[in-house]
């Protein structure tokens, strides 16, 4: 069986990381997964699963009771999670095409969804019951935030039995009154002063403590305060460049994450205190608690803690923000494993307390295709047909073989002695070069598509590639010739796995099943299907190195368990929320680590 251990992943997606206010916990989106997770230990983590897409918004309830987080694409829906029992209590499937904001009511008994522009719903739910209180046009369209700012006061200031929320967005804000009684939802627009509008679109807002007052943050990087009595925008107050993408309001003031990766702390008059800058643009803040400290999220993956008193900064995790690509392990060690990301960065992490051990960065180049991993260097290839070498202790580059494929580089592997790589190309190439002195060594062309997996015998002499093709061959590396050849019915061949005693071959593709070859014999010894719709394309599989077990994962977003001799599915494991792009067993067989299109790099639990 197997079971998720950690998730390694913050989506960078505005909005979507909070401070739980029992103190211990923050919460974050990961692709398409909540993650509740310790400050203090990297093993206490919990799992919510149940999109089927990235995570587009997210909100907690005052008391983090309640989480909700919605989705864009043909399930476009809002999930209602329970922070104590960490199960899903509604799933609300009312918006087409995308969610864009959500919010709770103070008192956690509402709740507000608002769609993309596409969909032009704003919905009001029942958190008791999980119905519809009212649902309106969104206004203004289109709407980027929502919030909630208590009850509607009448004229000596005393507090009603409606509700008070503003939604806001390009060019300006709409406060509007909700009678949860009726269904009732009234809107007025916001003035603004000067010569004509206010031009400026308004990202994210914020009720003051006293709810007398709303902060706006806008993409020119200001921010400006809207009287709620008065229905106007009052003054507008500058903050950072690049546009403010997180702003909390707090009794000393208000605090703006900046475009330009800044965090800039206002006082109660509204002038600036105290600033300082992190990794990357600051798209998501929280407070703790006491309101010592917020924990603050950047687009690049990195969360922090800041305590405010200074604006002292502690990393707290750093991750991939963007698909990952490729997982690799060195040889005969299991405590250290290498990813690739189309972020064009290169980390190696510690699987015991899954920090980051190095990062290598990779600039003016397209993504990473494929990794592997020695005890002294990271090997690489890109898009951009290069082959590059990164140093494991200080990331920094060793050598680069320019043009080593046209088209691209597209697997690669690495001789058991470690004196040289083969690579596979976009244009069906099969290379080996020699690592000490880079040079091309053979030439190999067969095939006539992308080469998509590369598996070498323990001689270091044979070895067997397999391409879109729908075929796979094998290889004598010294006489620079093709043994054998074997073909697939439908379908090119997405990757190949060697069984230890080298006499079968797997191979999983685009035919939708796990084929199993003897190479003595051209007709597969046995098929089996991956799902029983035969939806599921398996973008990759792992062989264990006992070879008692193989995994295979793709379009499917499973990670599948198999026994090597029989073919029979053994477990399926439920995280991903994109396509699995790359998967490997650690060399003591206890672990997989999965990557994937939604960010994410998922280590499994193996037990037999």
């Not at 004229?155 to 804000?173: C, E, F, H, N």
């Not at 000393?252 to 643009?281: H, M, N, Y």
């Not at 960065?361 to 690489?380: F, I, N, R």
């Not at 193989?550 to 494991?573: C, N, Q, R, S, Y």
Request: glycine share 10%; charged share 25%.
């Amino acid at each position: 069986s197997i079971e998720l251990e950690h998730a390694i992943g913050f989506s960078g997606i505005p909005g979507c990381l909070f401070y739980h206010p029992g103190g211990e916990y923050f919460v974050a989106a990961s692709g398409g997964t909540v993650v509740i997770q310790s400050f203090l230990d990297p093993h206490d983590q919990y799992f919510l699963s149940g999109h089927d897409g990235p995570i587009t918004c997210m909100a907690m309830s005052k008391s983090g009771r309640y989480f909700a987080s919605g989705q864009n694409g043909e399930n476009a829906d809002v999930l209602v999670w329970d922070f104590e029992t960490k199960k899903m209590l509604f799933r609300l499937s009312e918006h087409d095409h995308g969610v864009k904001c959500v919010a709770f009511s103070d008192d956690e008994l509402l709740l507000c969804t608002v769609g993309i522009d596409s969909d032009k719903k704003m919905i009001v739910w029942d958190l008791s019951n999980g119905y519809i209180v009212c649902s309106n046009k969104m206004n203004p369209q289109p709407t980027n935030c929502v919030s909630w700012g208590g009850m509607v006061k009448d004229i000596k200031r005393r507090d009603t039995d409606k509700y008070l929320l503003v939604t806001s967005g390009a060019k300006t804000s709409v406060l509007w009154e909700l009678d949860p009684y009726n269904g009732e939802l009234v809107g007025d627009q916001v003035h603004t002063t000067g010569r004509g509008e206010q031009v400026r679109e308004n990202i994210n807002v914020e009720f003051s403590g006293d709810k007398e007052t709303i902060f706006c943050g806008t993409t020119s990087g200001d921010f400006g305060l809207i009287n709620v009595r008065l229905k106007k925008l009052m003054k507008t107050v500058r903050a950072c460049r690049l546009g403010i993408l997180s702003l909390l309001s707090w009794p000393e003031g208000v605090i703006c994450g900046g475009g330009d990766g800044t965090i800039t702390t206002f006082d109660a008059s509204l002038t600036d205190r105290q600033q300082c800058k992190l990794d990357g643009p600051v798209v998501a803040m929280s407070f703790s608690p006491d309101k010592a400290e917020l924990v603050a999220g950047t687009s690049t993956g990195f969360v922090y803690r800041v305590r405010l008193e200074g604006l002292q900064t502690l990393l707290v995790c750093e991750n991939h923000h963007s698909a990952v690509k490729c997982v690799a392990f060195a040889p005969e060690s299991s405590d250290k494993f290498a990813t690739a990301s189309s972020d064009n960065t290169l980390r190696i992490w510690d699987a015991g307390d899954y920090t980051t051990i190095t990062t290598a960065e990779v600039k003016d180049s397209g993504a990473p295709t494929c990794l592997v991993y020695s005890l002294d260097m990271l090997v690489s290839g890109w898009e951009d047909g290069r082959i590059r070498a990164h140093d494991v202790d200080s990331g920094m580059p060793l050598w680069l073989i320019d043009n080593a494929h046209r088209g691209g580089v597209t697997s690669l592997a690495l001789s058991h002695n470690q004196r040289f790589i083969i690579t596979g190309g976009f244009e069906g190439e099969v290379r080996v070069w020699e690592l000490r002195t880079r040079e091309l060594v053979s030439h190999l062309k067969e095939h006539t598509l992308p080469v998509r997996g590369i598996a070498l015998y323990d001689d270091n002499f044979h070895a067997i590639s397999c391409s879109r093709d729908r075929s796979f061959l094998c290889w004598d590396l010294r006489s620079e010739r093709k043994i054998t050849s074997h073909k697939q019915r439908m379908g090119g061949i997405n990757g190949v796995a060697l069984s230890r005693d080298q006499t079968i071959v797997l191979t999983v593709g685009q035919e939708r099943r796990v084929t199993s070859w003897d190479l003595r014999d051209q007709n597969p010894v046995k098929v089996r299907d991956l799902s029983p719709n035969l939806e599921d394309e398996a973008t990759t599989i792992a062989l264990s190195h006992d070879g008692t077990l193989f995994a295979t994962a793709g379009t499917a977003m499973l990670i599948k368990l198999w026994d090597f001799a029989t073919l029979e599915l053994l477990a399926v494991g439920e995280g991903h929320s994109g396509f699995v792009n790359d998967l490997k067993f650690s060399p003591d067989d206890r672990q997989i680590v999965s990557v994937g299109e939604d960010g994410n790099v998922f280590v499994w639990n193996c037990y037999k």
